[in-house]
C-alpha cells in the first residue's frame, strides 16, 4: 500500500461518506416539509436516496478496496459491485428526466397537473426509475460485460478487452447518458421559454401571491436544470476529458472524483434552492418527530406550481 492509494483511498471515503449523509438527511427531511409533501418532493427524495445508495458504494468498497489494493481486479464480486452500482446510477439517470418532465408539465397543464399527479398515479411516477433501470442490468449478466472498480488506477471502469465492455461503455453509458440528459435539457429549455412567456404576460398584473408562486416555480426549474448540467458535464469528463489525462490522478479526477462530486452536489443544490430545509435544521426535534404530512404520503398533493397554491 503506496501513499497514492492511502490519498486515493481517502478522497473517496470522505466526499462518498458526506455526499451519502447529505443525499440521505435531505430524502429524508423531505418528507417533514409541508410544501414539498407533493410528486415533485417525492422524486426529488428518490433520487436523494438513489444518490446516497451509489456513493455507499464509493465508500463501502472503492475506498477499502483501494486502502489494500485489491487485485486481481476482475473478481467476481467485483464485478457485480460495479453491476449494482450501474443500477442507482441508471436510477439517478432516468429520475432527472422525470424531474424535468413534473416542471414541464406544471408549466404547461397547472390546472390539470394535480389530477396527472394524483396520489395513486404519484406512486407509480416514482417508482418509474426504479422500474427502468432495472431492464438494463440484464445484459450485466452475460460473459464480458462487465464494470468494475480498478483499485491500481482508482477509477470504475467497463471491460476493455470484449467487444460487450467497450459497446457498453460507448453505446449505453456515453451515447445513450448523453441523449437521455440531452432531452432532459431540452426539456428543461422548453420549460424556460414558458416560464418566461407567463412572467412577461403576468408582470403588469401580478399580485403578491401570484408573484411567490412564480418565484417559487422559478426555484424548482433552476433546481432541475443546474443537476441536469452537472451530470452533463460529469459524461463529457468521464468518456471525453479523461482521454486527455496525462496521468493517473488526472484520470482520477476525470472519472472517479467527478463521478462522486456530481451525485454530492444533487443533495447540496436540493437544500440550496429550498430555504425550508435550513428552517428545518434550525430545529432538528422536527426531522424525527411525528406529523401528519409524513405519514398521509402521496395523499390530498398540491401542485409546487403556479395555479393551485
Same mark, same amino acid.
Given at each position: 500500500?503506496?501513499?497514492?492509494?492511502?490519498?486515493?483511498?481517502?478522497?473517496?471515503? &470522505?466526499?462518498?461518506?458526506?455526499?451519502?449523509?447529505?443525499?440521505?438527511?435531505?430524502?429524508?427531511? &423531505?418528507?417533514? #416539509?409541508?410544501?414539498?409533501?407533493?410528486?415533485?418532493?417525492?422524486?426529488?427524495?428518490?433520487?436523494?436516496?438513489?444518490?446516497?445508495?451509489?456513493?455507499?458504494?464509493?465508500?463501502?468498497?472503492?475506498?477499502?478496496?483501494?486502502?489494500?489494493?485489491?487485485?486481481?481486479?476482475?473478481?467476481?464480486?467485483?464485478?457485480?459491485?460495479?453491476?449494482?452500482?450501474?443500477?442507482?446510477?441508471?436510477?439517478?439517470?432516468?429520475?432527472?428526466? #422525470?424531474?424535468?418532465?413534473?416542471?414541464?408539465?406544471?408549466?404547461?397543464?397547472?390546472?390539470?397537473?394535480?389530477?396527472?399527479?394524483?396520489?395513486?398515479?404519484?406512486?407509480?411516477?416514482?417508482?418509474? !426509475?426504479?422500474?427502468?433501470?432495472?431492464?438494463?442490468?440484464?445484459?450485466?449478466?452475460?460473459?464480458?460485460?462487465?464494470?468494475?472498480?480498478?483499485?491500481?488506477?482508482?477509477?470504475?471502469?467497463?471491460?476493455?478487452?470484449?467487444?460487450?465492455?467497450?459497446?457498453?461503455?460507448?453505446?449505453?453509458?456515453?451515447?445513450?447518458?448523453?441523449?437521455?440528459?440531452?432531452?432532459?435539457?431540452?426539456?428543461?429549455?422548453?420549460?424556460?421559454?414558458?416560464?418566461?412567456?407567463?412572467?412577461?404576460?403576468?408582470?403588469?398584473?401580478?399580485?403578491?401571491?401570484?408573484?411567490?408562486?412564480?418565484?417559487?416555480?422559478?426555484?424548482?426549474?433552476?433546481?432541475?436544470?443546474?443537476?441536469?448540467?452537472?451530470?452533463?458535464?460529469?459524461?463529457?469528463?468521464?468518456?471525453?476529458?479523461?482521454?486527455?489525462?496525462?496521468?493517473?490522478?488526472?484520470?482520477?479526477?476525470?472519472?472517479?472524483?467527478?463521478?462522486?462530486?456530481?451525485?454530492?452536489?444533487?443533495?447540496?443544490?436540493?437544500?440550496?434552492?429550498?430555504?425550508?430545509?435550513?428552517?428545518?435544521?434550525?430545529? !432538528?426535534?422536527?426531522?424525527?418527530?411525528?406529523?401528519?404530512?409524513?405519514?398521509?404520503?402521496?395523499?390530498?398533493?398540491?401542485?409546487?406550481?403556479?395555479?393551485?397554491?
Amino acid at each position: 500500500m503506496t501513499y497514492d492509494d492511502n490519498l486515493a483511498a481517502s478522497i473517496i471515503l &470522505v466526499i462518498g461518506l458526506l455526499g451519502a449523509i447529505i443525499n440521505l438527511s435531505t430524502a429524508l427531511m &423531505v418528507f417533514r #416539509i409541508k410544501k414539498l409533501n407533493n410528486t415533485f418532493g417525492f422524486m426529488c427524495s428518490g433520487l436523494g436516496m438513489a444518490d446516497s445508495a451509489l456513493l455507499l458504494f464509493f465508500v463501502c468498497w472503492s475506498a477499502p478496496i483501494t486502502y489494500s489494493n485489491y487485485t486481481p481486479v476482475l473478481t467476481t464480486l467485483n464485478r457485480k459491485m460495479g453491476h449494482s452500482i450501474l443500477y442507482f446510477w441508471f436510477v439517478s439517470l432516468y429520475y432527472h428526466l #422525470i424531474i424535468a418532465a413534473n416542471r414541464l408539465i406544471a408549466m404547461f397543464f397547472p390546472i390539470n397537473y394535480s389530477h396527472i399527479f394524483s396520489g395513486n398515479r404519484s406512486r407509480i411516477y416514482v417508482l418509474i !426509475p426504479w422500474m427502468l433501470a432495472l431492464a438494463h442490468m440484464v445484459v450485466y449478466f452475460f460473459d464480458g460485460c462487465d464494470f468494475y472498480f480498478d483499485s491500481t488506477s482508482y477509477l470504475w471502469t467497463f471491460r476493455e478487452d470484449t467487444e460487450c465492455g467497450r459497446s457498453l461503455a460507448y453505446f449505453i453509458d456515453l451515447i445513450y447518458g448523453c441523449t437521455v440528459m440531452g432531452v432532459t435539457a431540452s426539456v428543461d429549455i422548453i420549460t424556460f421559454i414558458r416560464l418566461r412567456m407567463y412572467k412577461n404576460k403576468l408582470s403588469k398584473t401580478i399580485n403578491h401571491r401570484d408573484r411567490k408562486r412564480n418565484n417559487r416555480e422559478i426555484r424548482f426549474f433552476a433546481q432541475s436544470c443546474v443537476t441536469t448540467l452537472m451530470f452533463i458535464l460529469m459524461l463529457i469528463s468521464f468518456h471525453l476529458f479523461s482521454k486527455y489525462a496525462i496521468n493517473k490522478w488526472a484520470m482520477f479526477a476525470c472519472t472517479t472524483l467527478a463521478w462522486e462530486l456530481t451525485h454530492v452536489t444533487d443533495g447540496l443544490i436540493l437544500l440550496l434552492f429550498n430555504s425550508e430545509f435550513w428552517e428545518l435544521l434550525k430545529n !432538528p426535534s422536527r426531522i424525527i418527530g411525528t406529523s401528519h404530512n409524513s405519514t398521509q404520503l402521496f395523499v390530498n398533493q398540491k401542485l409546487p406550481g403556479i395555479s393551485t397554491k
